[in-house]
Nanobody, 119 residues
Framework: QVQLVESGGGLVQAGGSLRLSCTAS????????TGWYRQFPGVSRELVAE??????TNYADSVKGRFTISGDVRYTVYLQMNSLNPDDKAVYYC??????????????WGQGTQVTVAT
């Protein structure tokens, strides 16, 4: 089991920056990938960025060049968000993927943090 706690969301003016944090606890040595997702009202969650245990990163096209994911999946993963615009307004969730466990898919989610971008 893995528990995730997100922090760092809030209100920012367009063009501004925020840094989100995702801190893991529990069986963190088994985490393969940690990802940041976001969810707009009435829409499924979409991947924003992810980082593997070896430090390989992947980004959605919509955030490339503006967002940076960093950190250690066993401890804390960060999402630095620059040049924010109103389209980035969403609830951001952290996800830890442990692969397939005896109990089923080993995916664990945080509680989410709201990001609001004002014009």
């Amino acid at each position: 089991q893995v528990q995730l706690v997100e922090s760092g969301g809030g209100l920012v003016q367009a063009g501004g920056s925020l840094r989100l944090s995702c801190t893991a606890s529990g069986t963190t040595s088994s985490i393969i990938t940690t990802g940041w997702y976001r969810q707009f009202p009435g829409v499924s969650r979409e991947l924003v960025a992810e980082i593997t245990m070896s430090g390989v990163t992947n980004y959605a096209d919509s955030v490339k060049g503006r967002f940076t994911i960093s950190g250690d999946v066993r401890y804390t993963v960060y999402l630095q968000m620059n040049s924010l615009n109103p389209d980035d307004k969403a609830v951001y969730y952290c996800d830890a993927d442990l692969g397939w466990l005896p109990t089923g898919p080993g995916k664990f989610w945080g509680q989410g943090t709201q990001v609001t971008v004002a014009t």
